[in-house]
C-alpha cells in the first residue's frame, strides 16, 4: 500500500537541517499534491528568563519569523507547491510540533531536520527530534543529508 498524503507539515526555524526537510517536503508535497504547512515555534521557554521581555520583543520576534517564512512559502510556490501556509506559535516547540499544531492541521506527515546536537547537548536539553518521534500521531520524516531524494 501506497501511503499518499495530503498535509504535510514541515518544522523551519532557519538551520541547514531545517533547510534541508524543507526542500524534502517540496517534493513530498509536490508528487502528492499536497497542503504544505511551514511551522515555526518561538520557544517562550529560552525568553522567559529575560525580565525585560515585552510585547515589543513578541512583536520582532513575530516578524522575524513571518519573514523567514515567508521566504519559505515564496520558494515552494515557485517549485510548484499549489497550497502552502505559514503557522507562527509561541511556546514548547516539542509539543506544539508533536501534538498541537499537527491535530489542528490534520497534518499527516511531519517532515523536520535533525537536531544535530552532540550528546552532551541532548542530555541537558533533549532533543526535539525524538520528542517528536515519541509523542506524534503521525508518520514522521527526520531528514539527515540532501543525499537521498524523494
Known sequence: MIQAYKHILVAVDGSDQAELAFKKGIAVAKRNDAELVLAHVIDTRAIQNIAAVDTFTYENLEKEADALLGGYEKTAKEAGVKEVRKVIEFGNPKRLLAIDIPKREKTDLILL??????????????????????????????????????
Not at 550528546?119 to 518521534?133: K, Q
Open 113 to 150: 531536520g535533525a537536531t544535530g546536537l552532540n550528546n552532551f547537548e541532548r542530555l541537558l536539553i533533549g532533543s526535539s527530534s525524538e520528542y517528536i518521534m515519541r509523542h506524534a500521531k503521525v508518520d514522521i520524516l527526520v531528514v539527515r543529508d540532501e543525499q537521498k531524494t524523494l
